[in-house]
Each structure stands twice: as structure tokens, then as C-alpha cells.
T-cell receptor, first 114, second 115 residues
């Protein structure tokens, strides 16, 4: 069965510092991978996605992620964090069996110190 | 272009009651999915509707049911509410037109509290 692991529940970084959020997935075929961001009390906003091709994908708000098949990872990065990036980040794997559903990780809460 | 909208924003119900949540999909999107997000957890897939038919279901009991209408809007119905049904319910739409997967666009959610 497909699963997503986000090993870091909370991460705190200083504004201007670099950021890397980890995501590992378990899926039997080529995965469709996503990162979403959720601000308090809000829905989910898509940051970026990987379907195929170039393993380094660029997203909105200056985020990027790298797909590494050998490590079953899809880590999210940002070179310089802004205070407005404080939110919860979810990694998800999409699959078409039984509907094109998303399986989410448990999320990483990002706090940004000024 | 109008995004995914959901109503109501918040809802308080008593255990044993029934509730209906509503979702309007993004323009041009014909597939609607529903997710339950308990506090501190990632969203869990409830079910998906495509062309007014259920097109996949997660591990939720039959008291969770849904509908999709010809205009692609959707309802989620939950009968015999339990305390554990308290959660944020998210609706997502996608422009699926074939077997390929498309990203899902989420609405702001409905916060359901069961007392």
C-alpha cells in the first residue's frame, strides 16, 4: 500500500536561512508527487508537483523539490525562508487506482524566527 | 476563474445527528474528491466522484455518502455523527478527462464539530 512519511513534525528556522523538508514515499509504480502548504484554518495550496521528466521541479513562492527514486524521497527546499512561509507543509503521493486520490503525510509544521 | 468553494465554513452538530456539506468545483473540473483532516493529521481520502458516479473510496464507513450533480458540484453526507467525526472536511476538484492523473485543487474546508 502507498504511504508517505514526513519524519519532522516541527522545524524552526531563522528568516533568511535555507530550508529543507523531508518526504519519503512508498509506492509500487512511478509516483505522482506533490507538496501542499496549509496556513492556519485554511485549505491546501499546491506548491509544486512531479509527474515525470526532470527530477528537480520548481514551484511557487521560490520552492523547489528533488525527486530521488533510489532514496524514495521528494524533499522540499527553499534557499531563503521568509516569515510568511510559516505554515504546515504536506507531502502527498497521487495514484490512479481506485480513483485518482492523494495519500498525504502527517505534515511538517514550519516556524520562522525573525 | 472561480476556485473551489465550500459551505458552510463552520458547523456544530450533536452526536447522532446528520450533516450535509457542499462543494462547488473549479470551473472546467469534472472530478470532485472529499478528504477528512483530523486535528494534527494529514488529510485522509474519503471518496471521489466523476461524472456523478463514485469513483473510488477510502477506508470510511457507509454512513459517509456523497453525491455529484450535473454541474459537477458535490455533497458529502454523514449520518449518525460520532465525536471522532469532528474534523476539517476538504473538497478538491480536478480536471480529469482520461486515465491520467491531474493535480487536485482544494477548497478552504468546512470545520465540523460534533458535541
Amino acid at each position: 500500500a502507498q504511504s508517505v512519511t514526513q519524519p519532522d513534525i516541527h522545524i524552526t528556522v531563522s528568516e533568511g536561512a535555507s530550508l529543507e523538508l523531508r518526504c519519503n514515499y512508498s509506492y509500487g509504480a512511478t509516483p505522482y508527487l506533490f507538496w501542499y502548504v496549509q496556513s492556519p484554518g485554511q485549505g491546501l495550496q499546491l506548491l509544486l508537483k512531479y509527474f515525470s521528466g526532470d527530477t528537480l521541479v520548481q514551484g511557487i513562492k521560490g520552492f523547489e523539490a528533488e525527486f530521488k527514486r533510489s532514496q524514495s524521497s521528494f524533499n522540499l527546499r527553499k534557499p531563503s525562508v521568509h516569515w510568511s512561509d510559516a505554515a504546515e507543509y504536506f507531502c502527498a503521493v497521487g495514484h490512479t487506482g481506485g480513483g485518482n486520490k492523494l495519500t498525504f503525510g502527517t505534515g511538517t509544521q514550519l516556524k520562522v524566527e525573525l | 476563474e472561480t476556485g473551489v468553494t465550500q459551505s458552510p465554513t463552520h458547523l456544530i452538530k450533536t452526536r447522532g445527528q446528520q450533516v450535509t456539506l457542499r462543494c462547488s468545483s473549479q470551473s472546467g473540473h469534472n472530478t470532485v474528491s472529499w478528504y477528512q483532516q483530523a486535528l494534527g493529521q494529514g488529510p485522509q481520502f474519503i471518496f471521489q466522484y466523476y461524472r456523478e458516479e463514485e469513483n473510488g473510496r477510502g477506508n470510511f464507513p457507509p454512513r459517509f455518502s456523497g453525491l455529484q450533480f450535473p454541474n459537477y458540484s458535490s455533497e458529502l453526507n454523514v449520518n449518525a455523527l460520532e465525536l471522532d467525526d469532528s474534523a476539517l472536511y476538504l473538497c478538491a476538484s480536478s480536471p480529469r478527462t482520461s486515465g491520467d492523473y491531474y493535480e487536485q485543487y482544494f477548497g478552504p474546508g468546512t470545520r465540523l464539530t460534533v458535541t
